[in-house]
């Protein structure tokens, strides 16, 4: 492995559209969503650690989930668990990330990605990123890797690239907002557009280069910290200073202003868990279509529903079909899953009526 390589797993989401199994005080990249017995984010860490070592693998995450990150990932050094005082988007996360390695290794290539997404083609993954990083070792270069569509979905950004190069390496033209179902049915039909999954390939100091030039404020703050980064005074710098910078997404301070970013077309069985009913898709069913996470069922002209109940709970359920059953105990939600979007939109409403607790 090359000592050069880091990887930075982004863990600080709350994943509002798990409601309510995905809760602010134990989030969806901390649940045994897919029923393997481990954590989205102990697969995640597994994943990468045929990347690289696991003293340099770092975790972004909110401080209200240290003790959740240490304990799930115990392998991961404790200073290597980056704790963010206020959610502030990607943007200022990854600089801090990108600034303390830095400090660390001027040469040091960093992968980025979220911690909670499914990856079912492990091996084409391994080989991807890697093919990314001795890309971006030699280049100045931000690289994206782009998930390969299979159906013309409103629910993800699109890359767009000239398709021109021969080595699987592409130019980016512009990144696409989730667009409307015809154009995106436009999108599939042209074959130049890619899914942004949120998975980054560069060099550190060529990203500190990009944040000077495109996003200098972030810069300002976070070069503030050099004096910090990897001392006793980093936590109290971070704690300060953190909090003003901009709320602003990588893609917005970055990439859609930057002139060198590529990408790399992946079909890598990847699903971003987004919601139950990309959770259906891609998980085991019964010979009704049903996702069921336990054994105490009965289940009487049913079908294409995913049922979700706490260990030890048996469910009786008749006449459902394209249904979300998700029982965490303090909440029951039976919802149309045709409908799944609006349960974002619920949840905050029985935060609102009933209290915190709920949310």
Same mark, same amino acid.
């Given at each position: 492995m090359n000592k050069d390589t880091y990887v930075l797993i982004m863990a600080g989401g709350v994943g509002s559209r798990f409601w309510p199994k995905s809760r602010n005080h134990f989030p969806k990249q901390f649940i045994d969503i897919l029923g393997t017995g481990k954590s989205l984010l102990q697969l995640t860490g597994e994943r990468f650690l045929k990347i690289c070592p696991s003293e340099n693998i770092f975790v972004l995450t909110n401080e209200?989930?240290?003790?959740?990150?240490?304990?799930?990932?115990?392998?991961?050094? +404790?200073?290597?668990?980056?704790?963010?005082?206020?959610?502030?988007?990607?943007?200022?996360?990854? *600089?801090?990330?990108?600034?303390?390695?830095?400090?660390?290794?001027?040469?040091?290539?960093?992968?980025?990605?979220? $911690?909670?997404?499914?990856?079912?083609? %492990?091996?084409?993954?391994?080989?991807?990123? =890697?093919?990314?990083?001795?890309?971006?070792? +030699?280049?100045?270069?931000?690289?994206?890797?782009? !998930?390969?569509? =299979?159906?013309?979905?409103?629910?993800?950004?699109?890359?767009?690239?000239?398709?021109? *190069?021969?080595?699987?390496?592409?130019?980016?033209?512009?990144?696409? %907002? +989730?667009?409307?179902? +015809?154009?995106?049915? %436009?999108?599939?039909?042209?074959?130049?557009?890619?899914?942004?999954?949120?998975?980054?390939?560069?060099? *550190?100091?060529?990203?500190?280069? *990009?944040?000077?030039?495109? $996003?200098?404020?972030?810069?300002?703050?976070? %070069?503030?910290?050099?004096?910090?980064?990897?001392?006793?005074?980093?936590?109290?710098? !971070?704690?300060?200073?953190?909090?003003?910078?901009?709320? !602003? $997404?990588?893609?917005?301070?970055?990439?859609?202003?930057?002139?060198?970013?590529y990408t790399i077309p992946a079909e890598i069985g990847w699903s971003d868990l987004g919601t139950w009913a990309s959770l259906h898709a891609v998980a085991d069913k019964d010979d009704q279509s049903n996702v069921v996470n336990c054994n105490q069922v009965n289940l009487q002209d049913t079908s294409n529903c995913i049922i979700n109940l706490p260990t030890g709970k048996a469910a009786v359920i008749r006449g459902l079909e394209n249904f979300i059953i998700v029982d965490d105990e303090q909440v029951l939600l039976i919802y149309p899953k045709s409908e799944e979007q609006e349960i974002k939109q619920v949840a905050k409403k029985m935060v609102a009526s009933f209290g915190e607790k709920y949310s």
């Open positions: 209200a989930y240290a003790g959740l990150v240490g304990e799930q990932l115990p392998n991961i050094l +404790k200073d290597n668990i980056l704790l963010e005082p206020s959610r502030n988007n990607t943007a200022p996360c990854i *600089a801090y990330a990108t600034y303390k390695i830095l400090k660390q290794n001027k040469e040091a290539n960093i992968v980025v990605a979220p $911690s909670d997404h499914l990856i079912l083609k %492990e091996d084409v993954f391994v080989d991807k990123i =890697n093919k990314a990083l001795n890309f971006t070792e +030699k280049n100045d270069a931000l690289l994206t890797l782009g !998930i390969t569509p =299979n159906r013309p979905d409103t629910g993800y950004g699109y890359i767009n690239y000239k398709n021109d *190069a021969a080595d699987e390496i592409f130019k980016v033209n512009s990144f696409k %907002e +989730k667009p409307e179902l +015809k154009v995106a049915e %436009e999108y599939l039909a042209n074959g130049n557009y890619l899914w942004n999954a949120g998975i980054f390939i560069w060099k *550190a100091a060529n990203l500190k280069r *990009a944040f000077e030039k495109y $996003s200098p404020e972030i810069n300002e703050l976070f %070069e503030k910290g050099n004096e910090f980064y990897n001392t006793p005074g980093e936590k109290k710098f !971070i704690a300060v200073n953190y909090p003003t910078s901009p709320d !602003i $997404s990588i893609d917005y301070a970055i990439l859609e202003k930057a002139d060198n970013i």
